[in-house]
């Protein structure tokens, strides 16, 4: 099958993600939210986003180390090429649609791309509901950062069509798809996620079976917690922290800059699944509640100007 019309559902840190470099790559674009006033907080994530792809092109023009593999497939681009690609910029914010109504996201969509919080429950509803409106043909994804499709495959009403896709945070640089599906995945829906993969930019990586957090977040969540637990039990401040790994390590983050740019929500909901973190006495109760501070004060990371960090 040929993925033409596409739906994110979520407008969060990476659905918004999803959905700009998808509409980018032009492909159409539908975003799903819950309500009038989601799509009123997603809609300065995609301005910002436009911005960020925009400047990162013009950037392309005069310095080589601007090049991001998910923008262009070579950095040999003349200037007249990348005037193209900021055109494709303009084409992909400009052509966005955005809706609440399951029916509507549905009716035309060849793939769904589910990317909203991390709790089993609201997946599990969004998904009940969906499985009334879409096509037989349609293929769907869950972009889940920790949680298996094996879970939720039942209440897509299409098991055989669903499987995980799952990105890295600042998708046009870290172009990277983790594909993976559950035991009842139909070879031929999996391989038509690896070739859209391919076609939006992303750099397939093929899991051969069910894992929790993926590859990528095998390693990054117990890193991220061992970051939080030093915080949370008071043994060094977050500017310490970032700067003993990235001193250590040389890289050029540290895990509270990286939680920043995750967004924290997303970090409580996934602290959460664990059951340790109902008991304030424990160290994942601790850093469930350090979490909760800093989201209760609306310090939820880089798209809202302030988590661990300020930024302007």
Not at 134 to 161: C, D, H, K
Not at 278 to 299: C, F, H, S, W
Request: proline fraction near 5%; charged fraction near 20%; include cysteine.
């Amino acid at each position: 099958m040929k993925i033409s019309n596409v739906v994110v559902a979520g407008g969060g840190v990476l659905g918004s993600q999803i959905a700009f470099q998808i509409a980018y790559k032009g492909f159409h674009m539908t975003v799903w939210l819950r309500s009038e006033a989601s799509i009123d907080r997603a809609r300065p994530k995609f301005e910002r986003l436009k911005g960020i792809y925009l400047s990162t092109l013009e950037a392309m023009k005069t310095n080589p180390a601007a090049y991001c593999r998910g923008l262009a497939p070579s950095p040999d681009l003349t200037a007249d090429q990348i005037d193209g690609l900021k055109a494709q910029v303009e084409q992909a914010f400009n052509g966005i649609e955005y809706t609440t109504s399951y029916e509507e996201a549905a009716k035309d969509a060849d793939l769904v791309i589910e990317s909203i919080a991390e709790n089993p429950q609201d997946k599990i509803t969004f998904y009940t509901e969906l499985a009334k409106h879409l096509p037989e043909r349609t293929i769907v994804v869950t972009n889940s950062s920790t949680m298996l499709p094996s879970t939720f495959a039942e209440y897509t009403g299409r098991p055989g069509q669903y499987l995980a896709l799952h990105f890295a945070n600042e998708i046009w640089r870290n172009n990277t798809a983790e594909i993976m599906g559950h035991p009842g995945t139909d070879p031929a829906a999996y391989d038509t996620v690896v070739e859209f993969a391919e076609e939006i930019g992303m750099i397939p990586l093929k899991l051969k079976k069910e894992q929790p957090g993926y590859i990528l977040n095998s390693m990054l969540v117990p890193f991220l917690s061992a970051a939080e637990a030093l915080l949370a039990t008071d043994v060094a401040d977050v500017e310490t922290i970032d700067k003993t790994w990235m001193l250590a390590t040389g890289a050029p983050l540290g895990p509270f800059r990286i939680l920043d740019i995750v967004g924290l929500t997303t970090a409580y909901n996934i602290g959460a699944l664990d059951p340790r973190a109902k008991d304030p006495n424990t160290v994942q109760g601790k850093i469930a509640a350090m979490l909760k501070r800093y989201i209760d004060e609306g310090k939820t990371g880089i798209n809202a100007g302030e988590g661990f960090y300020t930024y302007k």
